[in-house]
Structure formats: structure tokens, C-alpha cells
């Protein structure tokens, strides 16, 4: 009887090395500690920050790893979701040195059991099946402090929210509608315009034609109270410009690279702030999860895989074809 | 008789022409109405306001005009000085379509006599002279407005002032020590930090030589909590670099031009806020004055010219050899 009898296995993804495909194989379950509980996952779903590590494009890489930031699980028979933002700290203003994602540097929710800080978890919302559950984690409270905590919207204001599609910014728009604002999207593709126009936004252009911030201004001739942007690049100087005198414009990502060619007088003249917003803290979660709760609001599910087949959620990801989360169903019990 | 009979004359200085030096004239004294007035000049001072106007950069130019923002001037026997700002409005974030500022498109200050809002006019500290009351007025409320009610500074932190010696950044320097802060500043000239030092700056460093972020970073390793910067241009993606985790960067001018090449990760993992500000609000003088009533706060004051050699004082504001106000003498009663 060797020393393997003494773990217990476990389903789980593995992403083995850099550049590597994730793999689906057995691995010891984590070990129960003081700090940490363990939770029994039913559901799990992609962000694109699991892509990121799989292409070695993150700061803090480390592999082996169990990717995954969110989930629906259970702890005994309270069924659970989870703040993927560990160890915030105090300061409500900026998350401590000591923070970390779930995913990267700890194994995350691609597998049958996590550990989780106490303090991280919190009652799933009952109006949401296992897939939803699963969905709203860390899209929720990137959204939620990018456009409540940061940009303090009031009813009736009007915001932009960029590349629609991606969970952050599907959060944005259902968040937004729920404070009573006239929300305005961009995306690259017509069909992803047409569902965001169903949820409820009141226009949206694509952001591939060269003319897409004149389409914006004159849908919309005042300018936008409030812009929540992830992609930052060479366009974010024209988000400044669509801005209305008094503007707020949070940044939470930044795929498009580099700022540039910004014009300060626009800046100071109208007043500008600019937020930069990451993840969020234990009141961001909770605010977000009140919110969901009293609204009875659902998350977009764009597809929902099997864990073994985790790669394949990959490759819609990859895709960009997506509109919602993408959802690994776990267990099926 | 002619018509001329029935105006008064006065002294003052106009700019009749683009790119035309100003001249030392008579013309009409400003008639007194319902809504405007009229106060008698004492002293005006120089912003870098008028030397754009004379020089034809400036948004809604309109010639002849009389310029200047500033004065400490007489209202029947009492001493007052002049919100510069007028017609804010309501709305503390920012300012109305109907917001001007004194001296452009309204006749300003370089004269014996100026017409201004009853609400723009208070009394004038007394703890000042003539020359220190004329000084205190746009440069006073922008930087009160850049650094106290937009970056919220708390006693203890770290402030870094960019371009040390022009009007607004003394005043974030003064502000900034009433406030407890503890101030680094930024110049091209050697003898301008010696003089930010003896006026209690923690450190300073040359922004002319190559390594001045280097420099900075050994100075204050933890970054800076709060930036507050006139400049923008290519320099201001490395004050994103050099703000703290929390950290808030004012932006009050962008004679550096464009901002360019700012990373934006390092705006959303920090969670920095990038504040535009100008002028200030009726909220932002009063609080200013009270402060400077409160902690007996004086203007640096550059040079003193009379009213008849204001070419002199412009040419000593191009020069940029100036530390503090350059103040005007318009009356020697």
C-alpha cells in the first residue's frame, strides 16, 4: 500500500505547459485546510482569462494549473457561488498586494472539488438553474465595479458599452438597464447588435467601419454620460470624444493595446474622469449579487459543455463567435 | 459736443489684433447693469490664459479685447477679489455651455475699471497686499479644484506636481502642504526645485534629463498617491507609471499636447483614476479662499510691473523664467 492510497482523485482540467491544450485527466482532490473550504462543483464557466494562461499571455504564470474562476457548487447542501477576487484586503479603493484570482496561482473551478476562502463564498441565487449559477462570478463583479462603484450612475444617463458579447460587457448592459439607463453598444458583428438590441439596448453600431463614432454621435448627438470600455487601443481617444461634458469612463481591459493621440484639452475642458477597474472586492460582490437577486437578473449563456469536453469550449472561445458565458457542466448528478 | 461726451475714459490694456502686442490705451469705462458690477482696479495679474489670447491660441477669439482673469480691486470701499469662472451653473461636475471666463469674451481685468457678476466677487483676504490678493484668484481655484475636490487627498500621502513654477502648480505645492501631503515636484530648471525645497518639498527631480522617472522612483519607491500635472504630452503614460496602486492623476493643461502610449493595464490593475479639471466651480473659490484664509496661505509672486509696461510682463512670462505670479500695478492710490 503506497503513499498514492492517502489522496483521493479527482475529474479535473489541466492545462500541463505553455501553449499546451487543456487536458482532462484524474489529479489528488485538494486538501481541506483552516483558511480554505472545499466545495463539490457542479458547474464551472470559461473566461478569458483561462484562455490566456492556456496561451501563456498572463502575468504570474505557473503550470501545472487547474484553470477556473467561477462556479456553481456545493458546500454539503447549500448550493454556492463564488467571488473569484480573493484576498482584497481593506481598502475599498484598490485590491492589496497579497490579492489573487481564483485559477492562477490556486487550482480553480475546472474540476470536481476547489478550495475556496470562506470569505469568497456566498448563496447562489435561487431564480438560476445550475448553468446560470455558474455564469455570473467574476464578469459580474468586473461589471459591477466598473459601472456602479466607480462610475455611480444615475437613472436616465446614458452609456456606451464597447465590444458586446464578451460576459463583462453583456454584464454591463443588463446592469445598466437594470439602473434605468439607455444603453448603446459596439461590436464587430451585426448579429451580436441584434441580440444586445433585444435585451434592450437602444442602439448599437459596429465598431469595424470606419465611420462607427460618427454613427454613434448621431445616435446619440450629446455624448455618453457613462462609457465602459475593455479594449483601450487606438480608439479609446475617440471614447474621450464621445464623451458628454461630466463624463465617467471606466476601463476594465485592455485587448486593443496601447492608448494613444488623446487630447488632454478634451480631457480637462469636459471634465473627464477615467476609472481603471479590475475584479472587485467583497462589497462589489455583494452589491452585484443583491443586485441579481432583487432584479431577478440572468445571465447570457452563449453554450454549455461537458468537462471532458473542455477543449472544444476553448475553441468557441477562440472563435469569437461567442455572445454569453461559456458553461463546463461538471457532474451531472 | 459729441457723443464721446457721454462716456467715461479709462486706462487699460488691449489686444487689438491677433499676434499684436498689447497696447496701453484709453478707451470706454465698461457700463454698469443689472446683472454685472463694475469694481475699480487695484491690481490684475497675468495667466498664461492672456499669452495664448495674444498669441491667437485660444478657443473663441475675439479682438480688441481686454485681457486678464485676475484682480484685487474695490467694490465702493470694500477690497474684493474675483472668481475668474463665471456662470458655472449648477451642476458641481462641471460647468454649464454659458461658463466663460473672465477676460475673453467679456473685457477682463488690465484696466481701471471691470465689470463682473455680483455672485464672482468676494472679499479680498486680509492677511494679503494688494499685489498677493491680485495673484490668487484663476491660478488659486483651478488647482484647488484639480488637487482638493477632485483627487480628495487625505493627510500623509504622496503628491507629485509636474512643472513646478507656474501659477496653478505653487498652488497645488501650497495646497498640497496645507493638506499634509508630502510634495515632490517636477521642472526644467535647477534654481525652480531649490525654490519648491526652501518652500517645504520633500524632493524634486529635472524632467529635462533623461532618467527623471528613474529618478523619481528612488525618491519615492511606493509610487505616488496623488499626481496633479499641466503638461499631458508623451511624459504622462510614465506619471500612469509612477502612480500607486489607487492612485488619482489631475490633468489641468495639455501644453505637451497629445498623451500617448499609455498601457492600459497599468491603469486598471492599479485601479487609477485620470481626473480632467479646469477652472472651478462657486463651491471650489469659496473653499479655496477659506483655506487660504485659515492657514494664512500667500501667493509667490514673480514680479510686479505697472499697467503702462505689461509688454515687459508678457515678454517675462515667455521667457519662462518665472516662479509665481507676475502681477500688474494699475492704480498707485
Redesign the interface.
Known amino acids: 500500500m503506497g503513499a498514492l492510497f492517502y489522496f483521493y482523485l479527482m475529474k479535473a482540467i489541466v492545462l500541463p505547459e505553455k501553449y499546451a491544450r487543456p487536458s482532462y485527466v484524474e489529479v489528488p482532490q485538494p486538501v481541506k485546510s483552516d483558511e480554505m473550504e472545499t466545495l463539490s462543483v457542479k458547474t464551472c464557466a470559461l473566461n478569458h482569462r483561462d484562455l490566456w494562461i492556456m496561451k501563456g499571455q498572463y502575468a504570474g504564470l505557473k503550470y501545472p494549473i487547474i484553470p477556473g474562476s467561477d462556479a456553481c457548487a456545493y458546500r454539503g447542501s447549500e448550493r454556492v457561488v463564488i467571488n473569484p477576487g480573493m484576498f482584497w484586503g481593506v481598502?475599498e479603493?484598490?485590491?492589496d498586494k497579497q490579492f489573487q484570482i481564483l485559477g492562477l496561482p490556486m487550482d480553480g473551478t475546472f474540476a470536481e472539488r476547489v478550495n475556496v476562502p470562506a470569505d469568497n463564498i456566498y448563496p447562489a441565487p435561487e431564480h438560476l438553474d445550475d448553468a446560470e449559477a455558474a455564469a455570473i462570478g467574476l464578469a459580474g463583479v468586473t461589471a459591477f465595479r466598473a459601472l456602479v462603484s466607480r462610475c455611480m450612475p444615475v437613472q436616465g444617463e446614458r452609456l456606451l458599452v464597447t465590444g458586446i458579447g464578451g460576459g463583462v460587457a453583456l454584464f454591463v448592459l443588463q446592469i445598466g438597464l437594470a439602473f434605468g439607463l439607455e444603453v448603446y453598444v459596439t461590436s464587430s458583428r451585426p448579429e451580436k447588435l441584434n441580440k444586445a438590441l433585444a435585451m434592450g439596448a437602444s442602439g448599437g453600431v459596429l465598431y469595424s467601419t470606419p465611420e462607427w463614432e460618427t454613427n454613434l454621435k448621431e445616435r446619440c448627438s450629446e455624448g455618453f454620460d457613462i462609457i465602459v470600455d475593455g479594449y483601450?487601443?487606438a480608439s479609446?481617444?475617440k471614447l474621450v470624444q464621445l464623451a458628454r461634458?461630466?463624463g465617467r469612463i471606466a476601463?476594465?481591459?485592455?485587448t486593443?493595446?496601447?492608448?494613444?493621440?488623446?487630447?488632454?484639452?478634451?480631457?480637462?475642458?469636459?471634465?473627464?474622469?477615467?476609472?481603471?477597474?479590475?475584479m472587485g472586492s467583497q462589497d462589489d460582490f455583494a452589491g452585484f449579487l443583491a443586485l441579481v437577486n432583487e432584479k431577478k437578473l440572468k445571465p447570457v449563456i452563449d453554450s454549455v459543455y461537458r468537462l471532458q469536453n473542455t477543449d472544444a469550449a476553448f475553441q468557441r472561445m477562440e472563435s469569437q463567435d461567442q455572445f454569453g458565458k461559456i458553461v463546463l457542466r461538471v457532474s451531472d448528478i
Open positions: 481598502d479603493r484598490v485590491q483601450a487601443g479609446f481617444a461634458p461630466g476601463v476594465y481591459g485592455g486593443g493595446g496601447k492608448m494613444s493621440d488623446i487630447v488632454p484639452q478634451q480631457i480637462f475642458w469636459k471634465q473627464i474622469s477615467i476609472y481603471g477597474s479590475t
